[in-house]
């Protein structure tokens, strides 16, 4: 039956049958861009995500990667390993950031990815060290947030205009509702 392309056994989807090799995003910008300020925001925004995948689905990554790519050939990947396992945002923009820095723009750039790889279960054991144990309450409490009222309801001050919100929440407090920034 396999070969007339028949199977009589249960669809499972890919990432259900197996643990995943890496987690990442990427997405082809409007524009080419050379300016690197410009594209360390795209990277935090990726870096971002990335790390809202990692929390939410229990997994830290070893190893960080960096995709560029211009408009008129595939795009290049380079990857470092990391000294331990990261699943938080800041540490994932860092280590791309540190990436990208390494690199030469001999044109400008289409297509910029950040991903994570070499994957392991996130450990629940709580940690000794006090500064770790604030990181993840507070990737806890960032991603709650973001997962009742939205993504990017809470985000980086440097993404808020990326984001191209209209407006930040307010305080309850405020009887306006959405504060507006001019």
């Known amino acids: 039956m396999m070969g007339r392309g028949e199977d009589p056994g249960e669809v ?22 050379s300016d690197r300020t410009q594209l360390s925001v ?11 995948r ?15 790519g211009i408009a008129t050939s595939p795009p290049i990947p380079i990857s470092a390993a990391s000294p331990s396992p990261a699943w938080e945002s800041r540490r994932i923009y860092e280590a791309a950031q540190a990436l990208f820095e390494s690199i030469s723009l001999p044109q400008p750039i289409r297509l910029v990815g950040v991903s994570m790889a070499d994957l392991v279960p996130r450990g629940t054991q709580t940690s000794l060290f006090t500064e770790v144990n604030k ?48």
């Open 12 to 33: 499972v989807p890919e990432e259900i049958r197996a643990d995943p090799k890496s987690i990442g995003h990427s997405m082809t910008l409007a524009q080419d861009i």
């Open 42 to 52: 795209f990277l935090l925004q990726l870096s971002e995500k990335v790390g809202r």
């Open 54 to 68: 990692l929390r939410r689905s229990g997994w830290a990554g070893r190893v960080v990667g960096l995709t560029s």
């Open 135 to 182: 990181s993840e309450q507070l990737y806890e409490a960032l991603d709650r947030v973001n997962e009742r009222f939205g993504e990017w309801t809470l985000t980086w001050g440097s993404l808020i205009e990326r984001q191209n919100h209209k407006g930040v929440l307010s305080p309850a407090w405020r009887p306006d509702g959405i504060r507006r920034y001019l």
